[in-house]
């Protein structure tokens, strides 16, 4: 009975035992079947990269004045439109002249007068000598007629400015364009009264050429200033290429060209304050229009560019997975910069000969063995068309 018992004990051993290996016998298999992970890759782009930026801009008209008058006076008369265009020397008013006129003839009433006074005297003194010479009177009398002609004389140039001034007030009795531009629709009536200096009868703003003004980020405008480096370097004549888009999404027909640039920073936020100058024939910009600034034609020169869905980022740092030489995945941390059509461009952490993953990245992690296939951007749908700066790395 102890014996039968022993047997059965051994016998139920034996059949543990072979169960344990039976199972590890399948569990290495299981392991050794696992397949490497399938992704598709892609070389990395280096070329020399086109890249735009956009911004929202206002019209600016390129020069405005306030006209006022020289003189004062009741409006009696009015040669203009609100909203019209004018060339400059244009009469835009007449201001009542008939107190100018009258001050005119005072003043050439009082300027013969003087003159009458001043001849007079010249006979007087003429006599004078005359008579000192033969010894009749004092030197003193001679010297005290020399003194009334000079004093004369003084009165003479006196109300010959005043005759000028007078003829200058009737003059400026029409006020004239100061330059040529439309006018804005604040030109005062007839019956008026303007007072010299203070009341301002219209506003002229040139409208052709207008200035389209926006502001740009500090790193932007030493991007722009090293485009410019290069190209003078390079002997070319590339410049940028400022588009503007009107509101209803049309393309305004003309150019644009930079025209001025801010002295400095604004206080706080950095931005940099620029002026692009658009011909304006047809009178289609107005001041205080909003529009779109596009300016194209930059390049990033031998730039390293991988697509924007093999990035990826995680507690803030940005990294692509790599294919290396031994079918693995390999993650590179990068530094991004400016964003074109389906790529970003790589400032930092590429050599620009890497193969990067970029479909089958969410069963991914470093150093997993993949099964690559290389594809290509048409294969993908990947462009370097319709660039725009949606990142900036510097900030």
């Not at 010479?133 to 020399?146: F, H, K, M, P, Y």
């Not at 999404?249 to 100058?277: C, H, N």
């Not at 952490?349 to 594809?375: C, F, H, Q, W, Y």
């Amino acid at each position: 009975m102890l014996v039968s018992s022993n047997k059965f004990f051994l016998v139920m051993i034996i059949f543990a035992m072979t169960f344990v290996l039976v199972g590890c016998g399948q569990d290495q298999p299981k392991q050794q079947q696992v397949s490497a992970t399938k992704v598709k890759t892609i070389k990395v782009l280096k070329t020399d990269a086109p890249i735009s930026y956009k911004y929202s801009g206002e019209v600016i008209g390129k020069g405005e004045v306030r006209v006022q008058s020289k003189i004062a006076g009741k409006i009696v008369e009015k040669y203009i439109r609100g909203g019209q265009s004018v060339t400059v020397g244009q009469a835009l008013y007449k201001i009542d002249s008939r107190q100018y006129d009258a001050a005119i003839l005072q003043a050439q009433a009082q300027l013969a007068k003087a003159q009458t006074n001043l001849n007079n005297a010249l006979t007087e003194l003429d006599r004078n000598e005359r008579l000192f010479d033969a010894g009749a009177i004092s030197e003193q009398v001679l010297t005290n007629q020399r003194a009334n002609c000079n004093a004369l004389r003084a009165d003479v140039a006196a109300n010959e400015a005043m005759l000028i001034k007078a003829q200058e007030d009737l003059v400026d009795t029409v006020v004239y364009a100061p330059m040529s531009g439309r006018l804005s629709i604040d030109d005062i009536p007839v019956g008026t009264y303007v007072n010299p200096g203070s009341t301002t009868l219209v506003t002229i703003g040139a409208v052709d050429p207008i200035f389209v003004q926006f502001s740009i980020s500090e790193s932007e405008y030493l991007k722009f200033a090293n485009a410019e480096e290069r190209s003078t370097q390079r002997n070319n004549s590339v410049r940028p290429e400022i588009t503007l888009t009107l509101a209803d999404g049309k393309i305004y027909p003309y150019d644009g060209r930079f025209a001025e640039v801010d002295r400095s920073l604004t206080s706080g936020t950095g931005s940099l304050t620029l002026r692009t100058l658009f011909d304006n024939p047809d009178n289609l910009l107005k001041p205080g229009m909003f529009a779109n600034i596009s300016i194209t034609g930059l390049n990033i020169p031998n730039a390293i560019l991988v697509p924007e869905r093999a990035i990826q980022q995680l507690l803030g740092d940005t990294f692509v997975l790599v294919a290396n030489a031994e079918n693995k995945s390999e993650v590179k941390t990068v530094k991004l910069g400016e964003k074109i059509g389906s790529y970003y461009v790589i400032t930092e952490g590429l050599k620009g000969d890497e193969m990067i993953i970029v479909e089958g990245l969410s069963k991914l992690r470093d150093n997993i063995a993949i099964n690559p296939t290389e594809v290509t951007a048409a294969d993908m749908g990947f462009s370097l068309e319709s660039s725009t700066k949606l990142f900036d790395a510097d900030k």
